[in-house]
Structure formats: structure tokens, C-alpha cells
T-cell receptor, first 112, second 113 residues
Framework: GENVEQHPSTLSVQEGDSAVIKCTYS??????FPWYKQELGKRPQLIID?????GEKKDQRIAVTLNKTAKHFSLHITETQPEDSAVYFC???????????FGTGTRLTIIP | NAGVMQNPRHLVRRRGQEARLRCSPM?????VYWYRQLPEEGLKFMVY????????ESGMPKERFSAEFPKEGPSILRIQQVVRGDSAAYFC???????????FGQGTRLTVV
């Protein structure tokens, strides 16, 4: 089955700087890669996703890049703000397989 | 659209009791997924259901756990004879079609005492 690894597990960034979180996946058939943000005690919220037919997608301060050959994808947050502090999860899903396999999460702390 | 609704938000059960967790998907969504999150860990897939059908239960423990999504009413995740290791947050997600994004509910935090 699919295996998703996520790094780093914790990340502290000065407010205004950029944050990068990386994930690798094992199943080359995976074709959908969402990123979720989870604040303490709350639901995971989809913040951006990318499909395997594109290499990069951007939404304001958030971007995701995908390297299918290397089987890794990354989340980039620019101009970080205190409200970006949360746990971020990457996930992967394969064609014909509806379940999401999640990474272990990255706790991002923005230092004011 | 009220979003994915889960209840109860918090549930306390004594060892050996039964826990019933409910999930009402977003309007128009016929695909439901259950995930379990242990403290300080990621989400683990449990089961995927469509109306009246279990499509993939590869993440469900073989014993004590069951799920259903009847024609009418919410999806139910049932845990019989709960043990302390069942304590976790249980999240439900729904999607309108296959291969589309999934939206999560607020979760049910189960505590077994």
C-alpha cells in the first residue's frame, strides 16, 4: 500500500519568512496530493491540492510543487503570519483508490 | 451548506461499553470516509462507504468495529466493548464524487475510562 513520509515534524519560522514542508510517497500510481491544516482541537481543513498532471499550483501565499519522477511534493508558505501556526498534513491518493494516506504532520510555529 | 456534521463532539465511555459515532455528510455528498487520529499522530484511514455499501474497509480493525451508511440517515461508526486504546479523535469526511476533494467534520473525541 501507499506510504507517505513527511518532514520536518516541527518547524519554527520567524514571522514574514517562508516555510517549506516536504513529503515523499511510495506508490507511483498516486495522482492526487492534498494538504490539510489542522488547528488545535479542530477539523483538518483543505488548504491546497495538486493532481499529477501539473507540477505546481499557487494560491496567494501558499504553493505546492510536485515531482512525479522523484515521488515527492512540497508545501511552500510565503510571508508567514501568526495565524499560519498549526499542524500541516500532506496526503496522497491513488487512481481508483479513494482513501487518503496521510503523512505524520508538521507542527509549524510562527515566531512573532 | 452546513458542512460535514459529526456528533457527539465528545463521548466518554467506560471500558466494555459501546460507542456510536454519527456523521452526516455535506448535502449532495454520497461518499463517506472515516479516519482515526491518535494524540500527536496523523490520520489513519478506517473505512470508505457509499450509500448502503461498504467500499473499502481495509483500515478497520477486524473485531469490535463496524460502519454503515444507510439509505436514510447518517453514517454510523460503531465500536463495541471499547478499550482504552480506542481513545482517539474520529473524523468523518465526505465527497460528492469519486476522485474529488474530501471535506472533514469536526470530529468526535472518544475517551474510554
Amino acid at each position: 500500500g501507499e506510504n507517505v513520509e513527511q518532514h520536518p515534524s516541527t518547524l519554527s519560522v520567524q514571522e514574514g519568512d517562508s516555510a517549506v514542508i516536504k513529503c515523499t510517497y511510495s506508490d507511483s500510481a498516486s495522482n492526487y496530493f492534498p494538504w490539510y491544516k489542522q488547528e488545535l482541537g479542530k477539523r483538518p481543513q483543505l488548504i491546497i491540492d495538486i493532481r499529477s498532471n501539473v507540477g505546481e499550483k499557487k494560491d496567494q501565499r501558499i504553493a505546492v510543487t510536485l515531482n512525479k519522477t522523484a515521488k515527492h511534493f512540497s508545501l511552500h508558505i510565503t510571508e508567514t503570519q501568526p495565524e499560519d501556526s498549526a499542524v500541516y498534513f500532506c496526503a496522497a491518493r491513488g487512481l481508483g483508490n479513494e482513501k487518503l494516506t496521510f503523512g505524520t504532520g508538521t507542527r509549524l510555529t510562527i515566531i512573532p | 451548506n452546513a458542512g460535514v456534521m459529526q456528533n457527539p463532539r465528545h463521548l466518554v465511555r467506560r471500558r466494555g461499553q459501546e460507542a456510536r459515532l454519527r456523521c452526516s455528510p455535506m448535502k449532495g455528498h454520497s461518499h463517506v470516509y472515516w479516519y482515526r487520529q491518535l494524540p500527536e499522530e496523523g490520520l489513519k484511514f478506517m473505512v470508505y462507504l457509499q450509500k448502503e455499501n461498504i467500499i473499502d474497509e481495509s483500515g478497520m480493525p477486524k473485531e469490535r468495529f463496524s460502519a454503515e451508511f444507510p439509505k436514510e440517515g447518517p453514517s454510523i461508526l460503531r465500536i463495541q466493548q471499547v478499550v482504552r486504546g480506542d481513545s482517539a479523535a474520529y473524523f468523518c469526511a465526505s465527497s460528492p464524487l469519486v476522485n474529488t476533494e474530501a471535506f472533514f467534520g469536526q470530529g468526535t473525541r472518544l475517551t474510554v475510562v
